[in-house]
């Protein structure tokens, strides 16, 4: 939300001091964090979701893994409101807003699992999904253990199901392509910081000095550091490793200069 005469900053500030916690405050601040970083952001989810209605329905049982604030969920429901939603997240900060914003809503629930366990799979509340979705999240993999979650998710997803992941990617083979892409898009960047926007390391210092979230935050930094890093290969790797460990076709069905949205039918 925004309010005329001061900035997101200060608004923020201003939820960190309330007696309880304002979830969708905190909803919208992470979209615009961030949006700030992917301005296609909303159009990823549109396609995201077009491919879902396209070959699973309006009605699906929906694995959103590596959740976060449950950003993914937000707009299935949106969009479609019979669907269900089954979040799986390990940042414990990320999950307790997940579940103060869709507090009391029946068809959502979530799961707190490390996926690089093994067994991370017999949490789920669910044996199989229509679809398993994913943004943004598993770039902090390496390419081992990614390559092991695509297996783990196969008996996951029902025949005809679908699996799909929007994540930043690179090709290796266009190396000026890439530094251009990457130049112009921080320059845009830059540019929108002067607006207030809040950056990844403000938003979270944001985040630990709210009073509900702050033993949350420290704990979600005691797991994963400053920022996980992991790799990010290119929609060609993404789509073949999904064939090989078992899914029928997969191939990019979004892309942006940067980012792509890969999809994977059973």
């Keep these: 939300m925004y309010?005329?005469?001061?900035?997101?900053?200060?608004?923020?500030?201003?939820?960190?001091?309330?007696?309880?916690?304002?979830?969708?405050?905190?909803?919208?601040s992470w979209d615009r964090q961030q949006e700030w970083y992917m301005p296609d952001r909303e159009e990823r989810f549109r396609v995201m979701l077009d491919m879902?209605?396209?070959l699973v329905g309006t009605e699906p049982r929906v694995l959103d893994l590596a959740c976060g604030t449950g950003?993914?969920?937000?707009?299935?429901?949106?969009?479609f409101p019979e669907a269900t939603s089954t979040g799986v997240d390990l940042d414990p900060a990320l999950l307790a807003i997940a579940e103060g914003h869709f507090a009391g809503d029946e068809r959502v629930s979530f799961v707190r699992a490390d996926l690089k366990d093994a067994d991370w799979t017999s949490a789920l509340?669910?044996?199989?999904?229509?679809?398993?979705?994913?943004?943004?999240?598993?770039?902090?993999l390496p390419l081992g253990p990614l390559a092991s979650l695509y297996r783990q998710l196969v008996p996951l997803v029902r025949d005809g199901g679908v699996f799909m992941n929007a994540d930043r990617t690179v090709d290796?083979?266009?190396p000026r392509i890439n530094a251009a892409e990457r130049a112009h898009r921080h320059a845009a960047m830059n540019r929108a910081r002067a607006d207030g926007v809040l950056d990844w390391a403000e938003w979270w210092q944001l985040a630990a000095a709210d009073p509900v979230l702050a033993a949350p935050t420290?704990?979600?930094?005691?797991?994963?550091?400053?920022?996980?890093e992991?790799?990010?290969p290119s929609a060609q790797w993404h789509a073949e490793t999904l064939r090989a460990a078992g899914f029928a076709e997969a191939r990019a069905v979004w892309a942006s200069p940067s980012d792509t949205l890969v999809l994977a039918v059973k």
Excluded: C, K
Excluded at 218 to 228: C, D, K, M, P, Q
């Design 3 to 28: 309010f005329e005469g001061i900035t997101e900053r200060e608004v923020a500030m201003a939820e960190t001091t309330a007696e309880t916690t304002d979830w969708q405050a905190w909803q919208n």
């Design 52 to 54: 879902v209605e396209a």
């Design 71 to 79: 950003s993914i969920t937000d707009r299935l429901l949106r969009r």
């Design 125 to 140: 509340p669910y044996d199989s999904y229509d679809a398993v979705l994913t943004a943004t999240a598993l770039h902090w």
């Design 172 to 174: 290796g083979a266009t």
């Design 218 to 228: 420290a704990e979600r930094f005691a797991i994963y550091g400053e920022h996980a």
């Design 230 to 232: 992991g790799d990010t």
